[in-house]
């Protein structure tokens, strides 16, 4: 059974950083293809990035400069680091394979962007 644990949410004025992390078990995470995701209050929950077993990377517009995502199958673990922080980044992130694997959401990692 797949696992997802995610950390390393917080509160951050506008303009800083944070750096996710998203820890998998119980899957063959290096052959996976996998995914940050985030739901605002009241939206649905988005891909904001992917990044392939092959290490191609993919943004959505709004965060595209901004966000990096990179995995170390070493860990098994997946990170998003986040720069240039907005108000409108505020959500819950989520990390899962691409496409998700429906049984496994963890919990999120809440990220507040306010002053």
């Known amino acids: 059974q797949v696992q997802l644990v995610e950390s390393g949410g917080g509160l951050v004025q506008p303009g800083g950083s944070l750096r996710l992390s998203c820890y998998v078990s119980g899957s063959t995470f290096r052959w996976n293809d996998m995914g940050w995701y985030r739901q605002a209050p009241g939206k649905q929950r988005e891909l904001v990035a992917a990044i392939t077993s092959n290490y191609w990377t993919n943004y959505t517009n709004s965060v595209k400069g901004r966000f990096t995502i990179s995995r170390d199958n070493a860990k098994n673990t997946m990170y998003l680091q986040m720069n240039s922080l907005k108000p409108e980044d505020t959500a819950v992130y989520y990390c899962?394979?691409?496409?998700?694997?429906?049984?496994?959401w963890g919990r999120g990692t809440q990220v507040t962007v306010s002053s």
């Open positions: 899962n394979a691409d496409p998700p694997f429906s049984s496994a």
